[in-house]
Nanobody, 118 residues
């Protein structure tokens, strides 16, 4: 499977901002959609934001208006700009792609930890 490396997480106070990066060691051009997911302690992994090959975006209701997903095909990189962070945003954030048949594109890696203090 394709390797995906997340970075950019850290400790931030509520109301602050972070930009996460996802470097894919494979071309994202052929992938139907790339997405960011997060998993908080004791909870399942949920989709936060997604962007299709055509540029359409979708966000979880909890992050609409605060997070922005983008991509750079030339760099095979997907970004997640996170503004107005809340304590409930704290989680490990992962990236991955989805094929047209629904299969995940790459392996689930270590993710990047986002911690938000109140």
């Amino acid at each position: 499977q394709v390797q995906l490396v997340e970075s950019g997480g850290g400790l931030v106070q509520a109301g602050g901002s972070l930009r996460l990066s996802c470097a894919a060691f494979g071309s994202i051009f052929r992938i139907n959609a790339m997405g960011w997911y997060r998993q908080a302690p004791g909870k399942q992994r949920d989709l936060v934001a997604a962007i299709t090959s055509g540029g359409s975006t979708n966000y979880a209701d909890s992050v609409k208006g605060r997070f922005t997903i983008s991509r750079d095909n030339a760099k095979n990189t997907v970004y997640l700009q996170m503004n107005s962070l809340k304590p409930e945003d704290a989680a490990v954030y992962y990236c991955n792609g989805r094929r047209f048949n629904g299969d995940y594109w790459g392996q689930w890696g270590q993710g990047t930890q986002v911690t938000v203090s109140s």
